[in-house]
Structure formats: structure tokens, C-alpha cells
């Protein structure tokens, strides 16, 4: 009876090693990829160092190991999960420490939708939103939207920087265009009078550099400053020396 269990142990021991080993040799298929999708999509990591380069690809990695990913009838592919995970490092870089702790999962519709999440029925231009009440945790992506954001890189526009912002700006517990972790207490009442002084200007005119969906409210001028920041900064230091000089500080320096 003892041998038996014995036999029976050191089966399950070599079981075990081998489906261990098993794991071992496959490897996710998106962290073989990641390097070379990051440099032909993400301007921002092509312009880094080779050291930041890499600690650019470890934080990806680590955005799509803890944060789910899912396709709502439309195939999620590797190219979807690195253009997602890229925009939400891209935020962060300068801050190594900072984690999407108000996100679990981001979830990619087929094309753009209504505020029910509908994509077939009623009116629906929403490319993108962060979900609250039953949705909290949860980003809403449009597929086609994600993949427009980094078509061009030089038009101020992109679906998966403006949400990311939102999620940085919420993470204060008030999406009100004050992202608080960003920005030291003497900078909180400029950031905030820039905001309304910006706001008022654009309503005042019938054409903007800056995307008028900024002058909905405060919180969306934030993401949508945040957007241009991103993908046109030298154009927004020439027209809003301001703004960039503030963005500059609450993004670390960009």
C-alpha cells in the first residue's frame, strides 16, 4: 500500500513538471511581439532610449498581464491589446509607480455606440467612454476609433489617450478635469482658472486649434488638452505656452 503511494506521488510529480515545463516553453504570443508593434504604431516609444525602450515593454507587458482585455462580437488581435496598453503607458511613463487601479477591464466594440452600449440601434457616435455605475472598472473602446487614434499621429486626436485621461483624472475619485494626482497644491487653482479662462475662449469663437468637444466641461477639456498634448506638443507650446508648460509639469516633463 505504501509503494503504492509512494508510485502514485512521484506520477503526479512528473505530471506536474511537465505541464510546468509545458508552460515554460510557450510564452504569451503578444510578449514576442511587443517591441516590434510598439516601434511600427508608437511614436512615443520610438523616440526613447534603448534602456527606456525596454522599461516601456516591461510596463506594457504588465498592463496586459493584469488588466482584461475582451472583444464584444469583434476578435480582440495582438496589434488591439499593445495600441491599448501603449496609450495607457504612454500617460504614465514618467511615473514608474503609478498603476490603472480604477480599471479591471477594457472591452472593444465592433464600431462606435450609444450611451445604452448599443452598436446597432439609435443614433450612436460615442468612440469611447469609462464606464460608471454597473460599468465602473470598465473602459469602452470602438475598435475602428483605436485603431484611427495611431493612423495619424500628428492631428490631435486619439480615442485611447482621451479615455486614459479621464481614468487619471478620475483617479481622485472626481472626474472634474482637476487631476489632483498630477499636480502639487499650488497649481491646483491656476490649473483650474487656465481651464474656465480656455473654456470661455473657445465658446467665444467659431473655430478652435483646440478640439471644441474640450469646451463640453472641465473634465473633457482635460482629456482633450491632454490628447493634443500628446500628439502635437510643439504646435500647442506655440499657441497655448501656458497649457503646455502646465501639462509639461503634471505628465512629468514630456
Known amino acids: ?18 505541464l510546468d515545463n509545458n508552460r515554460r516553453k510557450k510564452p504569451k504570443p503578444i510578449l514576442l511581439k511587443t517591441s516590434q508593434l510598439l516601434e511600427e504604431n508608437i ?29 464584444v462580437d469583434v476578435a480582440v488581435e495582438d496589434i488591439d491589446r499593445i495600441l491599448i496598453a501603449a496609450g495607457a503607458i504612454t500617460l504614465i511613463f514618467a511615473f514608474p509607480d503609478w498603476k490603472y487601479n ?16 448599443d452598436t446597432d440601434k439609435g443614433e450612436r457616435n460615442i468612440l469611447g467612454m469609462v464606464g460608471d455605475g454597473v460599468m465602473n472598472r470598465k473602459m469602452i473602446l470602438s475598435k475602428p476609433s483605436l485603431h ?3 493612423s495619424s499621429n500628428t492631428d490631435g486626436h ?17 472626474t472634474d478635469g482637476i487631476p489632483e ?23 467665444g469663437k467659431s473655430h478652435s486649434d483646440i478640439n471644441q468637444y474640450g469646451a463640453t466641461n472641465d473634465a473633457e477639456f482635460f482629456a482633450v488638452i491632454t490628447e493634443y498634448f500628446i500628439e502635437r506638443p510643439e504646435k500647442l507650446k506655440d499657441h497655448h505656452p501656458e497649457l503646455y508648460e502646465m501639462l509639461k509639469e503634471m505628465y512629468g516633463g514630456k
Open 1 to 18: 500500500m505504501v509503494g503504492l503511494v509512494i508510485v502514485a506521488l512521484v506520477v503526479a510529480g512528473l505530471i506536474y513538471l511537465f
Open 102 to 117: 480604477n480599471l479591471s477591464e477594457v472591452l472593444l466594440y465592433k464600431g462606435t455606440f450609444n450611451q445604452e452600449y
Open 158 to 174: 486619439n480615442t485611447v489617450i482621451h479615455e486614459f485621461a479621464h481614468l487619471i483624472d478620475k483617479a481622485d475619485g472626481l
Open 43 to 71: 511614436p512615443f516609444y520610438v523616440a526613447l532610449s534603448p534602456e527606456n525602450k525596454l522599461l516601456f515593454e516591461n510596463r506594457v507587458t504588465n498592463f496586459l498581464e493584469n488588466i482584461t482585455i475582451t472583444g
Open 148 to 150: 484611427a487614434s495611431y
Open 181 to 203: 494626482y498630477l499636480l502639487t497644491q499650488p497649481h491646483l487653482i491656476p490649473w483650474a482658472n487656465e481651464i474656465k479662462e480656455t473654456i470661455k475662449t473657445m465658446k
